[in-house]
């Protein structure tokens, strides 16, 4: 067995355990081991009639969204609106990770197989949550740098004895789902000098295992991977945008493409197109259906001058697993240049429309629009937009493109408020189709950007952010910004003005009428934070998770909150369900990451209780939730040592930790990265041997020796002392006030 498979027969923390009332008794009067003491006889037996009577077993949990739809609904109903006053906690799992969990759990006879942080995979008992084994991958900590939305991983494939997981670094593992052995792995990345990483869960489709990856803030060209299920052999590669025209075409579809890009595009950059996320099989039509990523350089203008649709980013693609060719295609943003993505998560379902029934794929992409297609045909059957949006004025169904209005959102021609946000009307969080009410219950982000070019020429920066562009939440505290020009700010704020809307941002749980395309009720919450992944269940309840780390259900009918729980740590996963001895659980995992959202809820709970990783399970007449205890107090900031260096070496520093460092050391909770106006004397003695040595590296501080001089880390060394010093100074002056000090995050 490989070192970093570990098979441990009990729990690495106490799991603790919620006895029913009646199992506590028995215990008490000695009869006989408890029903927990049976272990699982059969291991990930997921197969493809299994998969196509996934309603006939309604307590497992097949796929990522319970069944091949993947509605994340389950038909469970012990657990209803009626009793859920009475929802309690079960058990919970500690990770001992500190960084973001995306993963929904699969459970299949009795076992939960789930994923964390740079692809950790984990198997427990799903009665109690004991770990029947883990699996840790060896991920160099230098793919970090190339991570631009922390070290998440969005799940497990399980299939006939076998769990599937890509790591961070892009190595596709096939565990034994039984004792978590390597069977056998393979490197998905055709070249390494590339920011590629890979965070989606992989899709069985057929005979094949597809895997994508991320990284088109990088210089990443995306392209799908599909591999024997059983051998590991590679089956296919599809290239989702062209490469070098002065190199062969990989795949034949690359040739349709090629014609919409200028043959002078910055092919250097990578292109993007990343297939990050979603993928969905359907068994019975045998279709895959992969959704794909923005742009790189973001600037059309810049990446593809003479300008075109650029194939296939932003599309919707439908292969045929087998050879891995496109059956039909869809683009959802003609020439992407606002970072939308048609990653977010696919669901296909049954819908009467037009007094027939569809077999339909719906998504609700960052775009801001809300998509219906016949997914036999890739016909769009109707589109409507769920959030504020000006980059398009709707959908033409008779063309099916979009009516981009450039004159509102091109912002080669100066600064542009953007809606929606980088981050999307919608993200990877899972939305929750209920086929009884027919709604689709979608956490959904009402918020705009600023965007502007600072291209001026792009120089390409192999293997690091290339986006070329700055994007800017819509929010005085963005405008406030060091960087800004005095001038720039006023342009800003006069843009904004002129868009009240981007005042009011705010995160809401929308229930969607998909047929009628218009919302039934939306549930908002004040600021931006609360898009966590949704499940709806047959007992009229909607689960939703907050930043502030409470469980929330709602009615499904009305949106009414019915029950909150209070876990003390943020969630942003979609909770899922299953049953076992008549038991119906609802599971959850939770610490707060990802990427987007640059500024942290002040209220998240990761501020007070930190963010260890847990799996938390819920029942009826379970237990109160126990909550982390909360993070123990700094104590005094240290006295930082003199600032020897000049004032334009602090700006130069400054410019140079904006770039290179911010991304993981200015959201303290977000990243598990330390806060570097408090470090120690040691560390500011060894300073240079953490940044440029990669002393750290195996702690996931990655090393720049490659990229930062000397004087280059000398001048961030100065800008962090220069800031320690600020704060060292606030401190020691509201001590002598007699006022409790608030450490500034
Ligand atoms: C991909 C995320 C990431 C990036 C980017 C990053 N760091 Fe770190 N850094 C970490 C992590 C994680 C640690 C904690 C390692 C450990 O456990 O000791 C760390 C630790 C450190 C420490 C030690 C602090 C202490 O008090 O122990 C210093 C100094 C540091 N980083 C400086 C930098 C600088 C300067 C940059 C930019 C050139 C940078 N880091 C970029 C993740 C990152």
């Keep these: 067995m490989p070192s970093h498979a570990t098979i441990r027969p009990a729990p690495r923390r106490a799991a603790h355990?919620?006895?029913?009332?009646?199992?506590?008794?028995?215990?008490?009067?000695?009869?006989?081991?408890?029903?927990?003491?049976?272990?699982?006889?059969?291991?990930?037996?997921?197969?493809?009639?299994?998969?196509?009577?996934?309603?006939?077993?309604?307590?497992?949990?097949?796929?990522?969204?319970?069944?091949?739809?993947?509605?994340?609904?389950?038909?469970?109903?012990?657990?209803?609106?009626?009793?859920?006053?009475?929802?309690?906690?079960?058990?919970?799992?500690?990770?001992?990770?500190?960084?973001?969990?995306?993963?929904?759990?699969?459970?299949?006879?009795?076992?939960?197989?789930?994923?964390?942080?740079?692809?950790?995979?984990?198997?427990?008992?799903?009665?109690?949550?004991?770990?029947?084994?883990?699996?840790?991958?060896?991920?160099?900590?230098?793919?970090?740098?190339?991570?631009?939305?922390?070290?998440?991983?969005?799940?497990?494939?399980?299939?006939?004895?076998?769990?599937?997981?890509?790591?961070?670094?892009?190595?596709?593992?096939?565990?034994?789902?039984?004792?978590?052995?390597?069977?056998?792995?393979?490197?998905?990345?055709?070249?390494?000098?590339?920011?590629?990483?890979?965070?989606?869960?992989?899709?069985?489709?057929?005979?094949?295992?597809?895997?994508?990856?991320?990284?088109?803030?990088?210089?990443?060209?995306?392209?799908?991977?599909?591999?024997?299920?059983?051998?590991?052999?590679?089956?296919?590669?599809?290239?989702?945008?062209?490469?070098?025209?002065?190199q062969p075409r990989e795949n034949p579809e690359l040739e349709l493409a090629a014609r919409t890009w200028d043959p002078k595009s910055r092919w250097d950059v990578g292109g993007g197109g990343t297939a990050w996320d979603a993928m969905v099989y359907d068994p019975e039509l045998d279709l895959l259906y992969v959704g794909t990523g923005n742009a790189a350089l973001y600037n059309r203008a810049k990446r593809s001058p003479k300008g075109g649709d650029n194939l296939f980013l932003s599309s919707i693609l439908a292969l045929n697993p087998r050879t891995g060719r496109l059956v039909w295609y869809y683009q959802e943003v003609p020439g992407d240049m606002w970072d939308y993505t048609a990653t977010q998560p696919m669901v296909l379902a049954d819908l009467p429309i037009g007094g027939m029934t569809r077999k339909v794929l719906m998504q609700a992409p960052k775009n801001g629009f809300f998509y219906v297609f016949d997914r036999r045909t890739g016909e769009l059957l109707s589109a409507k937009n769920f959030v504020p949006v000006d980059w398009a004025k709707g959908i033409d169904l008779k063309t099916g493109r979009p009516l981009v209005d450039r004159d509102a959102v091109d912002y080669t021609t100066g600064p542009k408020l953007v809606f929606p946000a980088t981050m999307g009307g919608h993200n990877w969080n899972p939305m929750s189709f209920d086929p009884r009410t027919g709604l689709v219950y979608l956490p959904t982000l009402h918020a705009a950007n600023y965007m502007l070019d600072t291209t001026r020429g792009h120089e390409y920066r192999p293997g690091r952010l290339n986006m070329g562009i700055t994007a800017m939440l819509a929010t005085g505290l963005q405008l406030g910004s060091p960087g800004l020009s005095p001038q720039l700010r006023r342009q800003l704020e006069q843009l904004g003005r002129k868009y009240p809307e981007a005042r009011d941002m705010h995160a809401s749980l929308t229930a969607w009428d998909p047929v009628a395309q218009q919302a039934v009720w939306e549930y908002p919450t004040p600021g931006w934070w609360d898009r966590g992944g949704v499940l709806s269940t047959a007992g009229d309840l909607v689960f939703q998770g907050t930043d502030t780390g409470l469980l929330r259900v709602f009615d499904a009918h009305d949106g009414k909150l019915l029950k909150e729980i209070d876990t003390g740590t943020s969630i942003i996963a979609a909770p899922m369900s299953y049953s076992i001895d008549g038991v119906q659980y609802v599971a959850v995992m939770a610490a707060w990451g990802g990427g987007g959202w640059f500024i942290t809820n002040p209220k998240s709970a990761a501020y007070t209780y930190g963010n260890e990783g847990r799996i938390l399970a819920f029942r009826l007449d379970g237990g109160p939730t126990p909550k982390p205890a909360p993070l123990a107090d700094p104590g005094p900031r240290p006295m930082p040592p003199p600032l020897g260096a000049s004032a334009a070496t602090v700006q130069r520093g400054a410019r140079l930790f904006a770039e290179n460092c911010g991304i993981c050391h200015q959201n303290v909770p977000r990243s598990g990265a330390p806060d570097l106006t408090r470090m120690s004397p040691a560390v500011h003695q060894t300073f240079n041997d953490i940044v440029l040595h990669g002393q750290r590296r195996a702690l996931g501080m990655p090393q720049w020796d490659d990229v930062l001089s000397e004087a280059d880390a000398d001048a961030i060394h100065a800008y962090l002392i220069s800031l320690a010093w600020d704060a060292y100074r606030a401190e020691q002056a509201g001590l002598r006030a007699g006022t409790p000090v608030v450490a500034p995050h």
């Design 17 to 246: 355990l919620a006895l029913p009332l009646l199992a506590l008794l028995l215990a008490a009067c000695g009869s006989g081991p408890r029903d927990t003491a049976r272990k699982p006889e059969s291991f990930g037996q997921i197969d493809r009639a299994r998969l196509l009577a996934a309603d006939a077993t309604p307590g497992d949990w097949l796929t990522s969204g319970r069944d091949f739809g993947k509605g994340h609904y389950s038909p469970l109903e012990q657990i209803n609106r009626d009793n859920v006053a009475r929802l309690g906690f079960a058990w919970e799992y500690h990770t001992g990770t500190r960084r973001g969990l995306e993963a929904t759990p699969i459970v299949v006879d009795g076992v939960m197989y789930t994923s964390g942080v740079a692809g950790r995979v984990y198997a427990l008992d799903a009665r109690n949550g004991e770990e029947l084994w883990h699996f840790t991958p060896e991920v160099d900590g230098q793919v970090n740098r190339k991570a631009c939305c922390d070290q998440v991983n969005r799940g497990v494939s399980v299939w006939k004895g076998k769990v599937y997981v890509a790591a961070l670094d892009g190595m596709l593992y096939a565990l034994d789902a039984r004792s978590g052995e390597v069977l056998w792995k393979q490197d998905t990345i055709v070249d390494h000098r590339r920011a590629y990483t890979s965070t989606g869960a992989p899709e069985v489709a057929g005979g094949v295992v597809v895997i994508g990856n991320a990284g088109a803030e990088y210089d990443a060209r995306g392209y799908l991977s599909a591999y024997d299920l059983d051998s590991g052999r590679l089956a296919w590669r599809f290239y989702i945008v062209p490469g070098d025209p002065s």
